[in-house]
């Protein structure tokens, strides 16, 4: 038991120190219910990390959609957003960037960490390839 | 000495002599025995696991590397699905 015990403190700052920056902000925030999904697969090669957050209620999207400068109130919003200010939009440079999806029916937002040229293009392929399957 | 007597003495000191060669080469019979059996079962873990790891994820081939969540009641699979769909939006 004791040995059980040691290997969980040994193994939780691990775990913890995979969680990102981004995850850590949202998850300690009562109205949100937030996931991170690391290594999530675009193709054979490419992996991103993505960030889900989901607002309990109407409220707690309203104050998600104010703080990330959300315009509208139906359908989808996407945009590529600083690493550390996801509501400030930029261009794609090269740099490292988050592609924010927002849906206002699902009161989610998803933030997929780009890191490369080859992440972003292959998540272009992956959306342009899902939107041509499900037509 | 008879015939008879001969022969019981015969046959005792061949017992005596057989249980002596198998005191002397038991030993090493016996960590032979156990030598097998200790590749044996390491042979059978790893194919066994082998086995298993592959089949497991053949059946399920997985989108995902690793989710954290900081609520209980929604699955990895959920999320990664959930992932997925927000693109499709």
């Given at each position: ?131 041509k399957q499900s037509k | 000495m008879t015939e008879n007597e001969f022969d019981k003495l015969w046959q005792r000191a061949e017992a005596e002599s057989y249980s002596r060669q ?68």
């Amino acid at each position: 038991m004791k040995k059980l015990l040691i290997l969980l403190m040994l193994l939780l700052p691990i775990a913890v120190m995979s969680q990102s920056a981004l995850y850590k902000q949202y998850a300690s925030r009562q109205e949100l219910t937030v996931a991170q999904v690391s290594g999530f697969k675009l193709n054979d090669s490419q992996r991103v990390d993505v960030v889900i957050v989901v607002a309990d209620d109407d409220a707690g999207w309203q104050k998600l959609t104010k703080e990330l400068n959300i315009k509208g109130e139906n359908g989808v919003v996407s945009w590529l957003g600083d690493t550390r200010k996801p509501a400030q939009r930029v261009k794609w440079t090269g740099a490292p960037v988050l592609r924010v999806v927002a849906s206002h029916t699902r009161r989610t937002l998803a933030f997929y960490r780009v890191n490369t040229e080859a992440q972003y293009d292959a998540l272009l392929d992956y959306q342009l390839n899902n939107m041509k399957q499900s037509k | 000495m008879t015939e008879n007597e001969f022969d019981k003495l015969w046959q005792r000191a061949e017992a005596e002599s057989y249980s002596r060669q198998l005191a002397m080469e038991y030993p090493a019979w016996r960590q032979k025995q156990r030598r097998t059996f200790s590749v044996v079962a390491a042979l059978l873990i790893v194919v066994t696991t082998t086995v298993v790891l592959f089949t497991t994820q053949l059946r399920q081939p997985r989108n995902y590397e690793k989710v954290y969540c900081n609520r209980v009641g929604t699955t990895d699979v959920q999320w990664a699905n959930l992932a997925a769909e927000m693109l499709m939006e």
